[in-house]
């Protein structure tokens, strides 16, 4: 993998090595603070969970996540565990090392499609279409280096304009993302915007997201790399030092396709 490698499938991809042993070349270009953009971790280690998955029918449902330290450009270790395998649900456990220990661990449930007749979604609020939203220009100040890998059409109010409402919206789709959108693809989306608080500060302010909970809807389908995707969120409370948000992922046709529950900390 090239160290400016700008193909999100690509950044994903772990190499396997022996069996629950995989290799990642965290690139160069994909920075976030003092570490590597949370969600190419997150999804990264996603994805050696699902390479070790025997059962191809068996999709995520649910991971949660925390990223304990900076991960940093080059080379890192994951460590795939089987948690226990059902009959139609797997649970797994996967982590993340580079140097001296671990800087990230992983939970997720994968199963499989039920045939049951209990199935409904929430309806999409109403939202401005693509192509009516301006593209957040790139080369902004205080944009996370990661981001020009994204295409940002925000709609809802813009960081640190002391809106009224500790809420964010509009559409996100990856610049390049040879494999389409995939599971992987959406737990890395559903960390790139930014976090809702944001829209009720004047001022930049330093935080950090401790805590990565997504529930998964695709059910092991691909959607075309070009297709973007309405992200929705609600900083819901802050307490003691710390805030929860609660993000969602659309399709254009009106399918919620992911929801994602974060914890940050003010750092100050």
């Known amino acids: 993998m090239s160290d400016t490698s700008s193909d999100l499938s690509l950044v994903l991809e772990p190499r396997a090595l022996t069996q629950g042993f995989f290799s990642l070349d965290v690139p160069a270009g994909w920075g976030q603070a003092r570490g590597s953009f949370g969600g190419i971790v997150l999804g990264a280690v996603y994805r050696a969970i699902e390479h070790s998955e025997p059962d191809r029918d068996r999709h995520l449902r649910s991971i949660s996540g925390e990223i304990a330290g900076p991960v940093v ?27 001296d220990g671990p800087l990230c661990v992983v939970h997720a449930v994968l199963g499989r499609t039920r045939d049951v007749d209990r199935q409904w979604s929430p309806a999409m609020e109403p939202a401005p279409s693509w192509r009516e939203c301006a593209a957040l220009p790139p080369g902004l100040s205080m944009v996370p280096e990661f981001a020009k890998h994204f295409e940002f059409r925000p709609f809802g109010p ?51 997201t401790i805590a990565f909970t997504m529930q998964c809807l695709l059910g092991g389908r691909v959607l075309p790399a070009e297709t973007p995707l309405l992200h929705r969120a609600r900083a819901v409370a802050s307490a003691q030092g710390f805030f929860v948000e609660m993000r969602e992922l659309w399709t254009p046709s009106g399918e919620l396709v992911a929801l994602n529950q974060q914890t940050f900390v003010w750092i100050r």
């Open 73 to 99: 450009g080059g080379a890192a270790q994951i460590v795939v565990e089987s948690v226990r395998r059902g009959s139609g649900v797997s649970t797994w456990s996967g982590r993340l090392a580079q140097g």
């Open 158 to 208: 813009l960081p640190f304009s002391g809106a009224a409402e500790a809420v964010t919206s509009g559409w996100i789709r990856p610049r390049t993302a040879s494999r389409g959108i995939g599971t992987a693809e959406l737990i890395a989306m559903a960390d790139a915007w930014w976090p809702a608080a944001f829209s009720i500060e004047r001022a930049p302010r330093p935080i950090a």
